[in-house]
């Protein structure tokens, strides 16, 4: 839609004034040279801001984070002060690249424009009025943000690679249910995307909607070990993973004298536990009570993600964005995720319903497949479970 005054993508502004040079154009024309020809100047590069608001105005300068309270923070933008101010350490570097525009938007302005975007799902107007930045600014900001955490991931985002870690990483699981060895729990979880194109068919679900299927792995807090966003919806859970990168860590040995959790969704391995199909002993009872009071972790992890980063919900519709760009997004909600049970913020209590209903898998129980993996887990419930 064009602006009063704006000749979209041609022409200058309706000030009447050559926003390079400051000399008269057409729209500054007297009424006494109205006979004579107009000379239009041609604007190369379109800011939108600068088309707004012009050179003079100082609104990206107006919001400052101690003015406000840190109520109004969570409530706009997701989290509080502190927290914000740490992000701005954290990426501010990334977000200060040289710009060719007369103003740049300031690294906490960019990341509240994104944390905005990320927990409420919308380019809202009120946001970007809010901050004083137009919504094509606000894209720019979240595309600016979305790739600085994703640069991070690792950082965030990783298995501990230490002994001690290691040990205290199996006794919180251990002290939820009882469950001995558990490095981590695993499951897929898909969100949202708009369809690519007609013809790729790749990205749709089960359900018939297009969504990239994501696979992850967390600890006994939800503190997540392995994300990877990028799988097409088409691919079922057990296919995910023999694709992934997490199965090349097991299968390599990086993660030793341990085992993942997963649900029945996955086949059995020797790295990776799963629910016995049709429990029949006593002591196979309490191993798939066991198993299921801790993997509900990764399900209400799944649920908080949701709840907190409202983009991903699919409750104001599906992510807007090519497959890459939206597994980033996603990506980059885990991250902050775990920085935020990093600072001991209280992710848990704003869960909500409303989230994009997962596609139910079709699986086969061929557990006999790896004898081995059987071996194991016999050997696991006559230890721990009779």
Known sequence: MNRPGVVRG????????????????????????????????????????????????RTLDRFKLEDVTDEYLVSMYGFPRHFIYYLVDLLGASLSRPTQRSRAISPETQILAALGFYTSGSFQTRMGDAIGISQASMSRCVANVTEALVERASQFIHFPDDEVSVQHLKDDFYGLAGMPGVLGLVDCNHVAIKAPSAEDLSYVNRKGLHSLNCLMVCDARGMLLSAETHWPGSLQDCAVLQQSALRNQF?????????????SSFFLRTWLMTPLHIPETPAECRYNMAHSATHNVIERTFRTIRSHFRCLDGSKGTLQYSPEKASHIILACCVLHNISLEHGLDVWSSQTMGQMEQPEEEYEHMESLDSEADRVRQELLLTHFS
Do not use: N
């Open 251 to 263: 299968e390599a040995g990086m993660h030793k004298d341990g085992w993942l959790l997963g649900d």
């Open 10 to 57: 041609t022409w200058s502004s309706a000030s009447g004034r050559d926003f390079g040079t400051g000399s008269p154009c057409a729209t500054g024309v007297s009424r006494e040279k109205k006979d004579q020809p107009i000379m239009a100047v041609p604007i190369a590069i379109l800011d939108c801001d600068l088309l707004l608001y012009g050179r003079g105005h």
